[in-house]
């Protein structure tokens, strides 16, 4: 086995954006239209009865919370990559590192130790199921499309974290993960055989 390098472009986390976006649309929006009608404008808050400002005013009161939640949700995404990470990590949080990225102000967690192909899959992979899949699944059933375009926006954040998903997937549990920390991408490097 040789050591393996991964990396990808913008074009290529694009591409996997764009395959997701259309998975969900045949998979996700048309079931929730289908249930529960053409959703409308975000509303959050409860309507209000009142003027032309009222209404306003509550619409965009609903689409500053919804930003609210994108943002936090962008910590949160980090987070979960950590705490699934960590299990996996001899050296604890000493093995990881937070920062924003300066080419695209995008927030990251590298890992600063190798990993094993499990423990990496598995910390890549979880901010897509929980903050992407879950509300997506949560909001088809309550007819809540706050909760559900949320999900959707979740989903699509981790465009990046299904690529390295699938450059990993092929990869047998004979190699360790080493993160990138100046690019989207790992090494794949081939464990030391055992000595009989």
């Known amino acids: 086995m040789e050591k393996l390098t991964i ?3 913008i074009d290529e986390i694009s591409f996997v954006a764009a395959k997701i976006t259309m998975v969900m649309a045949f998979a996700a929006f048309l ?3 289908i249930v529960w009608g053409m959703p409308g404008p975000i509303v959050f808050f409860d309507p209000v009865e009142g003027s032309f400002g009222v209404t306003m005013g ?3 009161l609903s689409i500053l919370a919804f930003g609210v939640a994108i943002i936090v949700g962008a910590f949160i995404h980090e987070l979960i990559h950590a705490l699934f990470f960590l299990p996996f990590l001899s050296s604890g949080f000493k093995g990881l590192s937070f920062g924003i990225s300066k080419k695209n102000l995008a927030l990251y967690v590298h890992i600063k130790e190798p990993l094993s ?3 990496f899959r598995t910390g890549v992979i979880m901010p897509f ?3 992407g899949i879950v509300p997506l699944i949560a909001g088809l059933f309550t007819g809540s499309f706050f909760v559900f375009l949320f999900g959707f926006i979740m989903a699509q954040s981790a465009a990046g974290d299904l690529f390295l998903i699938q450059k990993a997937w092929r ?3 004979g ?4 993160d990138m920390s100046d690019a989207m991408g790992f090494i794949a490097t081939p464990k030391a055989p055992k000595t009989p």
């Open 7 to 9: 990396t990808g472009s």
């Open 31 to 33: 079931p929730f239209i």
């Open 171 to 173: 990869l047998h549990s």
């Open 129 to 131: 199921i929980l903050l």
């Open 175 to 178: 190699y360790f993960i080493e």
């Open 117 to 119: 192909i499990w423990g």
């Open 58 to 60: 509550n619409w965009a």
